[in-house]
């Protein structure tokens, strides 16, 4: 398992459309990730081993190597194997307004358990939104790390206080 950096869980966002990037990029940062964007899957996993993230959004269309295909190379590197991985497919309309973007996304989310390649595999209904993905990314980070950032739990504590996550603040 990949370390917390200096307090900050890492997410590393492998999108190749700028508008899914930016409004991911934007809601990630806003609730205290430390995030940076890899656009072009042929280097994703290069990426990777440099960052050194905590967990990975990825997409399954890639310029380079789709998503499944970086997956399977993170499978068989002993560096990467255990990253929690969230995949993510947009299909987007004509609009890219953030609020119709975040209505488009459909989300499938592996999960490593107990450091092996078994994976946990959940599909969110098509009209999931943002929520969504901090729903998913609190989950992964509090079942892998038991922490979340301060500013995740503030947002659980704005959003949805009967349910706020039982996870570590860091």
């Known amino acids: 398992m990949i370390p ?3 307090g900050r869980i890492r997410v590393l966002v492998v999108e190749d459309n700028d508008d899914t990037a930016k409004f991911e990029l934007l809601s990630l940062t806003k609730v205290g990730f430390e995030v940076q964007r890899v656009s072009d899957g042929g280097v994703a996993i290069q990426e990777m081993k440099q960052f050194l993230p905590n967990i990975v959004i990825l997409d399954l269309e890639l310029p380079g190597r789709t998503g ?3 997956q399977e190379d993170m499978f068989k ?3 990467l194997k255990d ?8 299909h987007l309309t004509d609009s890219s307004d953030p609020e119709n973007l975040g209505n488009k996304y459909q989300w499938i989310h592996h999960r490593f358990q107990n450091h092996t390649s078994e994976r ?3 599909k969110l209904s098509q009209g999931s939104t943002i929520k969504d993905l901090l729903i998913e990314v609190t989950i992964a980070c509090g079942d892998i790390y038991k922490v979340i950032p301060v500013a995740l739990h503030e947002y659980w504590k704005r959003s949805d206080p009967k349910n706020v996550p039982p996870f570590q603040v860091i």
Not at 84 to 90: A, E, R
């Open 120 to 122: 946990l595999v959940k």
């Open 4 to 6: 917390i950096h200096n």
């Open 83 to 90: 990253i929690p991985v969230i995949v993510s497919s947009v």
């Open 77 to 79: 590197d002993p560096l």
């Open 68 to 70: 499944d295909q970086i």
